[in-house]
């Protein structure tokens, strides 16, 4: 099954750098990723349509025993009745690749991870929809008996796998070399491991920058310019990176029915599920709220379900504080987005048990 050619790119980024800036003076979400600059891509993966970040051939880049591939993407759209962008390969014929897949309305996380043969009902997984317009985590593990997808920290599929392929071809990010075309959106914290990593391990790094090394941990290349933050793998940039931060404006203005600006600066929304991963999400409602903190209420006003608040700590570790409590155990999705420095960071609690605090005294560096 050949991975399908698709008939047009889709639109540029820049649009949806404009709608953010415009949801963010209406009252709206912005969705934005907690790691610095990112690399916007326009959907075609060639030199002229912005490229691609390569990495040479090293046989560090070819984990043989057990893989794991993470990365933060940001999709706007995916073309054609049947097509798919490349977030990372290593010759998808060959070796592994994560991309996503779109048939018909759906938009799935796919992977490779020992090439393709047709006759080979392991070589590739496709499960876990992929939303538009917002950051997602995703993250493929395999040690060549079992695959796993997951998408913002939850378990979405898993199935039988071969043994682990190599290949000599180099690492390409926003492409492969057997397919060219780069998703229409962003990436960022890219990271190869060389292990599988556990579901409780892939949420306690979620949206924490690693930057230094740890076991099992072959490169993070954190895209925007940045590089492998490891020194290892660092590659070049194939065309002309376009790196980005987003919009940023001076102040959130006023609360909104279902949305905080906190200290001025940041704005705080919160997502709510109670389904399965990929239905539908509702949006938490301001309860009640101040310069500094507010409550959300998900299913009734008479009923809070989460409290934040932000606190500058910047006399004290040059850091601002983020700070949450909740009295529910449904999955959330918390943003907050310092809108000067259009910077987000984004924090999960996962359905079953209480949700936890969150204490993040270093939220956003003060500036």
């Given at each position: ?163 682990l392929a190599t290949s000599t071809s180099p690492v390409w990010i926003g492409g492969d070399v057997s397919y060219v075309y ?6 960022n914290e890219v990271r190869l491991w060389n292990v599988v990593r556990t579901i409780d391990q892939i949420r306690a790094a ?52 279902q949305s905080f600006c906190l200290q001025d600066r940041f704005f705080v929304i919160a997502k709510f599920r109670v389904g ?92």
């Open positions: 099954m050949k991975m399908p050619r698709p008939s047009s790119a889709p639109a540029g980024w820049k649009t949806f750098l404009v709608s953010c800036a415009l949801l963010l003076a209406l009252g709206g979400a912005l969705s934005a990723q907690p790691f610095g600059a990112w690399t916007d891509f326009s959907g075609n993966g060639t030199s002229s349509g912005n490229g691609y970040l390569g990495i040479p051939h090293n046989a560090a880049l070819n984990p043989t025993g057990a893989i794991t591939i993470e990365a933060w993407v940001l999709l706007n759209s995916v073309t054609g009745g049947s097509s798919c962008r490349s977030f990372l390969g290593k010759n998808w014929i060959q070796s592994y690749w994560v991309g996503v897949c779109k048939t018909g309305s759906n938009i799935s996380l796919r992977s490779y991870a020992h090439g393709y043969v047709s006759t080979d009902p392991t070589a590739f997984l496709d499960a876990g929809a992929i939303p538009l317009g917002e950051w997602t985590h995703v993250a493929v593990t395999s040690d060549g008996v079992t695959r796993k997808h997951y998408v913002n920290g939850e378990l979405v599929g898993s199935a039988p796998d071969s043994p780069s998703p229409n959106g962003a990436l979620i949206n924490v920058h690693l930057g230094s090394a740890q076991t099992g941990l072959v490169a993070v290349w954190q895209m925007g310019g940045g590089g492998d933050a490891l020194g290892h793998f660092p590659g070049s940039f194939v065309g002309t990176e376009h790196p980005d931060v987003g919009p940023a404006i001076f102040s959130c203005g006023s609360s909104g029915a399965a991963p990929g239905t539908a999400e509702g949006i938490g409602n301001n309860a009640a709220g101040n310069s500094g903190s507010g409550l959300f209420w998900f299913f009734s006003p008479d009923n809070w379900e989460l409290m934040v608040k932000v606190i500058n700590g910047c006399s004290l570790n040059n850091e601002w504080w983020v700070f949450s409590a909740a009295t529910t155990n449904v999955f959330y999705r918390l943003e907050v987005t310092d809108v000067r420095s259009a910077q987000t960071k984004i924090y999960f609690n996962y359905p079953g048990p209480p949700a936890p605090a969150v204490t993040d005294t270093s939220a956003e560096i003060c500036h």
